[in-house]
């Protein structure tokens, strides 16, 4: 079974930043007009339709477990963005305190 792989090139150029730019300030017009429900549902389907596009150029043997594969490795990459910048934004939250560990009345 062949494994989809990223693109091979490791560096980030400076046209990344634009257009991942781009992309944020399109997400900000359709949030103005709507709410940011309607911009992630646009972005989210068009992000599934070229993820898509990405897999059938890339893949060197289209096979149900081939699929699942990217979609969960598309899935767990997108995961890992989103707490990163969640916790870019709002900080890391505060560790839960142990029940055990509270003082005795």
Do not use: C, W
Not at 67 to 89: C, Q, S, Y
């Amino acid at each position: 079974m062949s494994e989809p792989t990223p693109a091979a090139s490791k560096e980030i150029s400076p046209e990344f930043f634009i257009r991942v730019n781009d992309f944020i300030e399109m997400a900000n017009r359709v949030e103005r007009r709507f709410d940011t429900h309607h911009a992630l549902s646009a972005m989210t389907h068009a992000f599934g339709r070229y993820s898509a596009h990405h897999y059938r150029t890339t893949i060197q043997g289209d096979e149900q477990q081939s699929r699942e594969g990217f979609a969960d490795f598309i899935a767990e990459t997108v995961k890992n963005m989103v707490l990163t910048h969640i916790d870019d934004m709002l900080g890391p939250l505060a560790p839960k305190s142990d029940p055990e560990d509270a003082p005795a009345e």
